[in-house]
């Protein structure tokens, strides 16, 4: 039997745009609610519930509340199983979903003579804390180490990474 959802919201709330931002962002589709505008929405959320609170998400008419616990369950249920591929483009390497969307990069545009920038590393939220950044980087490391380029590193992550990871010192220009 499959699982049903239901999100109660109500517009101006900033914890319900933060989970329907990251909904958004991540391509979940979960009926909205918002007891603003309906009525009897905000009547089973306090007969079911016990309490008039958003966001909450229904799951299969369980009330689950606070929004970064939402936006766990749904990287655990929609995102984290998603399958995922690291992908080498032209002096960037992103980590996208089966379905193309970028949830984390690093980017590293020619500077010239054999040199690249490593300016920009960018993790989703709802990745960080896993050691995507770092795995970026080590993956970046690589290509530069396969196709014989130095670095200049500019982002403040990229530096930081370096000194943390002296064996990859040989390719800082």
Not at 40 to 65: H, N, S, W
Not at 132 to 156: F, I, N, V
Not at 165 to 172: A, D, I, R, S, Y
């Amino acid at each position: 039997m499959a699982t049903t959802y239901e999100l109660y919201i109500m517009k101006t709330c900033p914890f319900c745009r933060k989970v329907i931002r990251y909904m958004y962002q991540h391509g979940i589709e979960i009926p909205l609610r918002d007891i603003n505008e309906d009525a009897e929405a905000r009547a089973t959320l306090e007969r079911v519930g016990g309490k008039v609170q958003v966001p909450c998400l229904f799951i299969d008419g369980a009330p689950m509340y606070e929004s970064d616990e939402i936006i766990a369950y749904l990287e655990e249920r929609f995102v984290t199983n998603a399958p995922r591929k690291l992908s080498i483009e032209d002096h960037a390497i992103r980590y996208r979903t089966e379905n193309g969307t970028a949830l984390a990069e690093v980017t590293y545009p020619a500077d010239g003579d054999g040199t690249v920038n490593i300016n920009h590393t960018f993790v989703d939220p709802a990745l960080r804390g896993q050691g995507m950044a770092g795995k970026l980087m080590e993956a970046c490391a690589h290509e530069l180490d396969r196709t014989g380029l130095k670095a200049h590193p500019t982002c403040s992550y990229a530096e930081d990474w370096f000194r943390k990871h002296p064996e990859w010192e040989h390719l800082l220009a």
